[in-house]
């Protein structure tokens, strides 16, 4: 069987310019194997995968990531927690704004400068 890449998504709440996912973090995806023994903790690597792949997949960009503009990680994300995804758009800037949260306790955000505009952007030009 493969383990699905992403996290389950709970709920959607869509806004202007944003998108919020409550997600839960299984203990069964594969990217806590073998990080860490002692305690399994979520890589930052992979929120900041997921972050773009389902940021630039909800605004219709291709995930081609110029830079990072900004990344903090503030608090470590263990398996099976709920945890709220934020992504807004900056569309004149190409800009991807990410943030992990749980009500008052911020896991990790950044600030990601993406490299193409929006497929329906080339597409309407």
Not at 76 to 95: A, C, G, H, R, Y
């Amino acid at each position: 069987m493969i383990k699905s890449k992403l996290p389950r998504v709970l709920s959607t709440d869509i806004q202007v310019e944003a998108v919020e996912w409550r997600i839960f973090i299984d203990a069964d995806l594969p990217f806590f194997d073998g990080h860490f023994p002692e305690q399994a903790v979520l890589p930052g690597v992979t929120q900041l995968d997921w972050a773009i792949r389902m940021g630039c997949e909800y605004f219709n960009y291709p995930a081609d990531v110029a830079t990072l503009e900004v990344l903090k990680f503030q608090q470590l994300m263990l398996p099976n927690s709920e945890v709220s995804l934020k992504i807004s758009q900056n569309s004149s800037k190409t800009k991807l704004l990410f943030s992990y949260f749980d009500d008052e306790k911020r896991f990790a955000s950044g600030r990601i400068l993406l490299a193409s505009p929006a497929l329906a952007d080339i597409e309407n030009s």
